[in-house]
Structures are given as structure tokens and as C-alpha cells.
């Protein structure tokens, strides 16, 4: 059975993508490899670094015996992810909108421009794993497949626990329709939080050690403001190109004033996606971290309705067809302007983040390996450099120190984390250059 052709563009895309904008792991990416490469050796070590997240670290697993191209690998499933739930909004616009291609071109667009989500694919952050999965789980369901919905959805819920909500929505429907697969679903509600918390436990010795984490937010985020819930409510909010709410809004007009089922059907999506944003505002409320990048598959609902509603809106109009295309262009184009420019900047920054994961390497080697630089005492790196450190170490998060001071005995190794900001972290007295290649210098006091 071949597979289907839109899936192999997709992987080809993905790959194309890796000589356009460098392959280079995010924070969180780092952490997934580096416990995955712990857990294949049975020494998990989950005490510090973000939240443990199971879909991820099983796969980063599974990559942990390709040696140093499994970091390569993890960014490339990534981003191939991320052109499967373009491609999967561009089957359910087109399908909502009658079979219209327009719409499905505008929704594919609408999502690959909607916030970070560029960004994010070419960093190895699973948002667009999670779109796809919950894409894939919709497609499935309405095609009458149970099954495939059900093992979209716990994918989903395995990357994601604000996506649990919605699986035992799915699952309590599911168990009054199909009474055969009631062991199915027992199974799931044992399998999906055993799975978040046995590993969390073992590798932490805390089973909420992740959700603690979870409710400490970066500087700048949602919960840090007056009112969480509506600062993460704006930011979710401005992540669509703003076009894309004006055709939701035409659909909700339909649905309500016309009473259209057509139009019902494809305000669906937007439902699901108004609700996600605000089960994450909500979570902001309550101390969790509200980022927009946790709304963003909600965004991409909504991009998706909005496409279907701009179609439906230039039909309404069909002595103005021509001009109310034009106009929508305009306006989409408009609005996607300063987003396709900030991608000059992302291939600029995914290319410093490439040369230090790889000139940490070669500074290592140059230092004289992990072996002289764990003994010399603790190593020492800058803020969100732990995980890269460690992976290149080759030891738990904990044995290396990115917000303490240096001091003796141990080893600094001091880079910028991006070009515009200054070397950390900074080297005390006592210390003296061992190594230097390209964004790395390395300290010791040995």
C-alpha cells in the first residue's frame, strides 16, 4: 500500500526544510532527547527542566540509538508534523466549504501563519504534532472510525494535558454509542495518566514535579500579568491572521440569522478552537503558564473555519465576486506581511542556535572531553542551556548549573544564547580559557 502523495510532500517538505533553516533544538526539544537517551540506558532523571511531556520522550526514545543524528531526526518528525496538520486543515476547509480549494489553500495558509507556529516546527516544539493529532482525530471520527479518533485523541493527550478535557468528552460519547469498546476506554483512562505520572515518579521521585514546574512561568507570560485569564485570552486571540475571525464572524451570521447547517458544521472547528484558547486562559488564571504557543492549536481551529468563511462570504456576494476576492486578498496579504517578514529573522536565529549546539561539541572535545570537565567539579552554562549541556555530557539536568553563580572548583562554559545578548554566564576570578570554538568559551578553575 503506497502512501498517500500529499503525505510524502509533506515529508519532502519537512526535508527541504532542513537545509533552509537549520535543524537547531529548542529548550524543551533538548530535554525530551536528553531523557529519552536516559531512560533507553534505565537512569531517568527528571528532577529538573520543564515539564515531562510522554509522547515525546517515548519518541525521543526510540531516537536515542541513532547516536548524534537523533537530535537531527526529532526536528524533522517536528516539522514534517507540522506540514501534515497544514495539510489536514486544508482537507477539512475544502471539505466544509464544499470542495472548495480556495479554501483549503486559505486555511493551510492561515495555519502555517498563524503566531509561532513556523517557529515553533523549526525548533522541534511539538505544536504541530498536537494539531495534527487533533485534526486527524476529528477527520476520523466524522469518517465513522472510532478507533483511529480514539488513538489520535490519546496521542493528543500524551502531549498536552489541556487536551484532556476534550478526550473524555469524545470518550463519554464514545461509551454510550459503542458499549464494545467500553474496555478500550478503561484502558485509556488508566494508560493516559500513568503515563504522565509513573515515569514523573521515577525519574523525580515527585509524581506532580512536572505540574509545579508547569506553574512556574517564564518572564513575560500571561500569569505574570494583573489578570492572567485576559492577557492570555489577547494572545491567544491575535495568534490568527485578524481576516480569519472576520470569516468566522460571517459564519456565525449564517448559522444564527440563516440558519444554515453548512455553516454550523464549519463553525465547529472555531468552537473547539475558542474553547482551547479559553481552557488555557483559564489555566493562566489558576498559575499555569498561559504561553500562546499552548493555545496555538486552538488558533489553527479557528484559522481554519475563518478560511471556509471568507469563501462563503465571497459567494454571498456574486456581482462583487471579483472585487470582494480582491478585497480579501488585500486584506490577508495585509495582515500576514509583517509574519512572512519576521521569517528572514527565524532563519538568522535557528542558525545561531545551530552553530552553538554544534560549537559546543567541538569545545568539549577541545576542553579535553566530558571525562576532565565533570571532574574538575560542577559545570556551569547559562540560563536555558541546561539541557544541551547535559545531552552533551552526557549526564542528568541536576549535574550541570544554569542559574548559579560559578565558583571553584568547576567549569564555565560561557556562550551568548542569542547574538544580541551578552556571554554568560560570568567567569569568576581563579578561572582560566581551556577551549574556545566558535559561540563556546570554556573556564576551569583546575
Sequence with gaps: MRPPLPLVLC??????????VLPAASYDAWAWLLWGAEALSGELSTSEGPAFKPLPVAASTLLAGLGAAGPWAWVFIARAAAAVGAWLAFRLARRLAGGSAIAGGLAAAGVLLCGGYLAYASQGVAEGMLLALALAAGGAWRAGRPRWALAAAVGCA??????WPFLAVAAAV??????QDRWLLATVAFVVPAAWFVPELIGSGEILRSAGRARVPNPGQPALADVPVLASLRAGVALPLWPFWTGVGVLTWAASVRREEAARAALVPAAVGVAWISLVAAMAQAGFSGEPRYALPGAALVASSGAVGLVVAGRRLPRWRGAALAAMSFFIVTAAVPRVASLADLR???????ALQADLARALDEAGGAGPVLGCGVAYVGPLRGPLAAYRLGVPKHVVEPDRVPQAPGVV??????????????VPAGFRQVAHAGAWKVFSSC
Design 11 to 20: 515529508l519532502v517538505l519537512a526535508g527541504a526544510s532542513m537545509f533552509l
Design 158 to 163: 500524551l502531549l498536552r494535558v489541556e487536551t
Design 174 to 179: 464514545t461509551w454510550r454509542r459503542r458499549p
Design 348 to 354: 538568522r536565529a535557528q542558525a545561531h542556535q545551530w
Design 413 to 426: 562554559l560561557r556562550s551568548r544564547l542569542t547574538p544580541e545578548d551578552r556571554p554568560a554566564p560570568a
